[in-house]
């Protein structure tokens, strides 16, 4: 009957099986004394095995990762995905209950309908359809789901690091693509690293009258001081050797960037600003957001903040900064050149704490896995899916990309520019989630030969 | 009897009467619904009757001022005090009940003992005790004892305009002198000005994923890059025409500065610090503190600052300023020239939004109220009283001292270094509150020939 049609006559069942899923709070930042999470778990793994997969749970320190396998065959095709949601504070935006999924206006609202429940399920769903559509699937298909991506995935590089062979792969499926602004699929073939550090400065061992203003050490003066020295004037970023480490972009990741629909003037409309940073415009700060590292002022504190005006010399002074890297930035020595570029300058008493790491990771664009994403989105009649090199944010793609070689791009994801990730009213487009579901389907048809 | 045997005499008693002035918990932060604050001026109202003098409360807008008349003669000295004090929070903190005084080792503990409520009785016990020693007051003198100091004084101006010819007076004694770290008296010949603003930069109209700092203004980086602006890397001022307000400090006043004794290893050693800001030291930091304006930074806060990593593009920076100023640096005319400064530099964007104001004023150092302040010290056998033309921080004193042209200066304090004024155990030394009390009794002697 075609897979297409199949999903035409199934959504009113897909959908009550989607919703089924969202109404689980599997919150991972919340302790689970209650048994509801690992229930969360369980279910997942029952759709795997409903759907023929041997599927099981596997224990980390946290929360447990569900791992299924299906299929055989000459390639494997690993996905990636996580069960577990952000929290659905604050309450008082949702418009509908965050774990009672309603559907207005065409789109399904819920937390974490867009990431990355709607993605997990859609996959599954998929899997079933083909096999019923095609008979057993003609190669090997690995699903690892886990629960702590939203609280940073901390037993995630240990648990890949014991299980590679379990793991490995031809190529990998990751969360979180999704659909642009003007609806075109988008494939990333990259994370960028991170670097995120706070900045500490210290002045007298309590807070001054400020009549002292003059003459005494000021940390959140002696803090810019050194900022100063990170960005000049114009905004550029000058931290000594951090140019030096950057690999230099491919030409196809430059042609793939150029092929790139990018319309500055709607992402400053959608941002109510008149002009982006440095007055960066069209494909330069496209090139500037996917092919360079940032210095970003996540958050900057010092004295006293409340209203009206108390006259102070502050005691402390922080920055917390995130510096998003690209490949042969890695964070560490990253890290280790931001210390030296301050000691260089006479900044021995700022303190860089080192608060998290991420490697970038790349998969080349030409890769086979990223043509089939791209004949399976033309196969659906979508011409319009844009690759890029890399996302402009950061993940653990690394420890499948690169530390067990496995070609891991972004596709064929539920969510689109107005899903609102991790805020109130989380949404996904309803003719996306079937989409998704046909997407994947036909990508599995597609991947075995 | 000679008055300082009479003081000597009476130690207990003065202690007594003051203990009962600590005992009243006259914050003036608080709303007072239960007539406690207004017993309190009343009490200080009964203490000057008692004396002898005409005293009555006058009415504002918030707390009554005391004000009270006493004697006669050519000439005429005026006495600003205030009888509220600051809360007493944390009260964690506090060694004893902050509203119970105790005496430890010489040392009276108790909120407001030090600022201002000790220096308000001493005097009126001086008065009582120069009266019953000399007999009628040779000249004039008139206490204004407000109630809302700690609050920043909202309703002095209006007060002080409406009532010049009643506060008319050829000097004025100024609450807030004290000793310093060696015990030194010491009289201040002025205040410094103050102009307190808040610098505001926005961004996109929510925080932005961190993917986006590359690109998206930040506004923590542009108030960084206003504030470069304001001070070179150097930690110089640098903004445009501040110095060419200044007065010029004044021959006498260079002169006085020099016969200062400054120890700036025990101001670092009690700081904590290595070194004061810029590397002064010694006499050229007290000029610094004494003759040139400041441009402190005293609060500055924007995007996330909890624990951990958050990556954001914060949406909006503020940055909370205290320029304290010098004679002929009025701060009006000083945000007019911040704003101009920044406007100059491209930065119309960063608002600055203009939070208090103080005058600076100045009563020369060779004012006769001056050498009858020295002379007093001398008579106690305090060759070591040292002149300041100015004190590092800032006061209403110009309504007194610029609009009602009185020669306006601190001396005969109770405070010392060690006080913690507005800090908890508040505390002054019992043997500086009895010589204050003979200070000013003799200092009434002089006063009058």
């Given amino acids: 009957m ?18 089924e899923f969202l109404r689980m709070p599997s919150v991972s930042a919340r302790e689970d004394g209650s048994g509801a999470f690992r229930g969360c778990a369980e279910w997942v793994r029952s759709k795997l095995e409903e759907a023929g997969a041997e599927a099981r749970l596997m224990e980390t320190d946290g929360h447990p990762v569900v791992y299924a396998e299906i299929g055989s ?6 996905s990636y995905g996580h069960y ?26 819920a937390r974490g309908v867009a990431d990355d429940k709607g993605d997990v399920l859609a996959r599954i769903q998929a899997l079933r359809l083909y096999i019923e559509e095609h008979g057993p699937l003609p190669f090997k298909l690995k699903f690892f789901i886990e629960g702590e991506e939203e609280i940073g995935s901390p037993n995630l590089a240990p648990f890949v690091r014991e299980n590679g062979p379990l793991l490995a792969a031809d190529a990998c499926l990751w969360e979180g693509s999704m659909k642009d602004e003007a609806g075109r699929p988008m494939i990333f073939c990259g994370t960028k690293g991170l670097a995120y550090v706070e900045l500490r400065a210290r002045g007298a061992s309590h807070d001054l009258h400020s009549m002292y203003g003059g003459i005494a050490p000021n940390p959140a003066w002696r803090l810019i001081q050194a900022l100063r020295t990170i960005k000049d004037e114009n905004g550029e970023i000058t931290l000594d050797g951090l140019d030096a480490l950057a690999d230099e972009p491919s030409e196809k990741d430059l042609e793939a960037i150029s092929r790139i629909p990018f319309d500055d003037g709607a992402l400053r409309a959608s941002w109510g600003v008149q002009a982006l940073d440095r007055g960066l415009t069209g494909e330069e700060a496209l090139r500037e957001m996917l092919l360079r590292p940032t210095a970003n ?141 046909s997407y994947f389907a036909s990508f599995f048809g597609r991947f075995a030969s």
């Fill in 2 to 19: 075609g897979l297409d049609s199949r999903v035409e006559d199934m959504k009113e069942e897909l959908l009550l099986e989607l919703n």
């Fill in 73 to 78: 065959g000459s390639r494997t095709l690993l």
């Fill in 84 to 109: 577990d949601v952000q929290p659905p504070e604050p309450l008082e935006l949702w418009e509908s209950d965050p774990f009672e999924p309603e559907v207005r206006d065409g789109s399904l609202f």
């Fill in 297 to 437: 002022i996540a958050g900057i504190q010092s004295g006293y903040t409340g209203p009206g005006s108390k006259t102070i010399v502050p005691s402390e002074a922080f920055v917390k900064m995130d510096f998003r890297l690209v490949s042969g930035q890695s964070p560490g020595p990253v890290v280790e050149l931001i210390r030296a570029h301050l000691r260089r300058r006479g900044f021995e008493d700022v303190e860089v704490v080192d608060l998290h790491g991420v490697e970038a990771a790349k998969t080349p664009v030409d890769s086979p896995v990223v043509q089939t994403a791209l004949e399976t989105w033309r196969e659906l009649g979508r011409e319009d899916a844009v690759v890029f090199p890399t996302i402009g944010g950061s993940g653990p793609t690394s420890l499948f990309a690169t530390e067990l070689g496995i070609p891991t791009i972004m596709t064929g994801n539920v969510a689109n520019a107005e899903s609102r990730i991790h805020s109130p009213n989380e949404s996904i487009r309803l003719e996306d989630y079937f989409e998704a579901v």
